[in-house]
């Protein structure tokens, strides 16, 4: 906890240097003034970081409510009792703390994996996952999610989502500064109706390749997490599971929020698929026994 608490005030404070030095070379470059850069890069940092920190520290909370799953106290039936078992050992084997273990109510296959901590984390089942799959498939499912827990997936993904909100504050902002220098006939960017137009316009524009770059990320984490399912349970475990899981994929209930931390995702084409968080089935069965 300590290193990601640590590698936290490292990425804020490398951002604001980093920006710093793109705001100094952009005000001696074009002559413009760019208003109280110290106060821009406070209130990037506290927007840009503030949001995702928030989400992440909430993120059990919400998404217990948002699919309304049931957090397994004292396991009912021999089921819950074998769920509540596998993760457990998997944690351990994966030197985390034990995970709490819920299931939630859909009809396609999935599950998910948030929470701040490693030690604190949810691993949570669909109902439609427990209807279609056996247990060595469910197995390799529960092992890819105890994997992105291990592997610090929710942490990393709010940190990175940190840096991108702030990089789009930023530098939307200091373009408006620019253009609407130019608009008004001086260089000063005196906050004229160029430098809001150009600031909701470029807001848009750098949000949408934050998310792709976000998205290329999650992408890459979801192979990590099939072999860390494949390490924990089998790869051959893992494979049967993906392909079981192409019965639904594509078709998830989870939402937004959360919706990057399950194993199903999305099916896109073409550009589209820059904005997918799971990469293509057939490329991670494919990953997974090149790896062997």
């Known amino acids: 906890m300590f290193k990601r608490v640590a590698l936290f005030l490292a990425t804020n404070l490398a951002v604001l240097v980093l920006l710093g030095i793109v705001m100094s070379v952009l005000q001696n470059f074009f002559g413009v003034r760019l208003g109280n850069q110290a106060g821009l890069l406070v209130m990037a940092a506290v927007f840009g970081f503030g949001g995702s920190m928030i989400s992440l520290l909430m993120s059990k909370w919400i998404a217990k409510r948002s699919t309304g799953a049931h957090v397994i ?77 291990a592997n610090g997936d929710m942490v990393t993904m709010a940190l990175i989502q940190g840096v991108l909100n702030t990089f789009v504050i930023v530098l939307s902002r200091v373009v408006g500064r620019v253009i609407d220098g130019f608009l008004s006939g001086n260089r000063e960017g005196g906050g004229g109706i160029g430098y809001f137009i150009t600031v909701f316009v470029l807001d848009i524009v750098f949000g949408l390749f934050a998310s792709m770059i976000a998205m290329a990320f999650s992408r890459h984490r979801e192979f990590r997490a099939d072999a860390g399912g494949a390490k924990l349970a089998g790869r051959d475990k893992m494979v049967a599971a993906l392909q ?13 929020q959360i919706q990057a931390f399950g194993i199903s995702g999305a099916v896109g084409h073409g550009l589209r698929r820059l904005m997918m968080s ?11 026994r090149r790896a062997a």
């Open 244 to 256: 079981r899981l192409s019965q639904t994929y594509g078709h998830s209930s989870l939402p937004s």
């Open 73 to 149: 106290e004292q396991p009912r039936n021999e089921a819950e009792q074998w769920l509540v078992a596998t993760v457990h050992r998997q944690a351990e084997l994966a030197g985390i703390g034990k995970p709490e273990v819920a299931i939630y109510d859909a009809p396609e296959i999935n599950a998910f994996a948030t929470g701040a901590n490693r030690n604190n984390a949810l691993v949570a089942v669909s109902t439609g996952l427990l209807r279609a799959m056996n247990r060595d498939e469910a197995e390799a499912v529960l092992g890819h999610e105890v994997s992105h827990v």
């Open 278 to 288: 799971h990469p293509p089935l057939e490329e991670r069965i494919d990953a997974l």
